[in-house]
């Protein structure tokens, strides 16, 4: 799919709730994505990590290249990696149809976001904890998609950290509205409706959703809770 296709049916399908498949059962990966594609989900969100910028490992473009041919479901890695222009050929190659970097992970912001674009794959920044806002306040024209982290990234489980309210708020402010509001870390039942009135219209859930017998009932519950009535 297009950039512009992406953005356009991220934007109609708001609230999006993107499962992490960090927390998901690396056994059977194919039959996982079945199930989530059974629960309605629109995206699929990978969480690569090098042990480096993160305190740990996951998975990289090759097992995201392989999972490409049993999905059109919408492809959203989250690269948590030192220096990602060294690798970013790679997820362009392996069919991500959204690549977000890290702004702490040692990047040219206009320099990435604007390669990604001339991919034509949706082009994010995302920002830990300690990050303030007005350090990417000046990047804004070049991003599709901002990620608000709400977790310091590594792990999936983690408790939601309050921080990230005031900088949904924020960005909701300085962008456009087709400008996706990502968050990340700790979503679920008890957390997400308050992101989504600060101003995030994609979530993130690992364990929310992971964890439950049912993805259809646990995506259901969440779109409902970030649904603003
Ligand atoms: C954390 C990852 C998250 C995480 C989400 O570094 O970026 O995507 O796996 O998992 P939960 O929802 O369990 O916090
Ligand atoms: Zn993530």
Redesign the pocket.
Known sequence: MSRLATISKLNSSSPIIAP?M??CDFSNLSREIELLEAANAQVL?F?V?DGHF?P?LSYGPMVIEKLRSCTDLIFDA?L?ISDPDQYLDEYLKAGCDCITVHYEANVEPEKILTKIREADVVAGLAINPDTPVNQIEKFMSFCDLVLV??????????K?MPVALNKLKELNKLTDDNVILSV?????TETIAQTSKAGADFF????????TDCYTDAIKNLEALATIS
């Open positions: 992490s960090l927390k969100h969480d990590m993160v740990n989250h948590m982290m709400s977790v310091n990234p590594g792990f999936g489980g983690q939601f990340d870390g700790g979503i679920g993130v859930a690992g364990s929310s959703i992971f964890d």
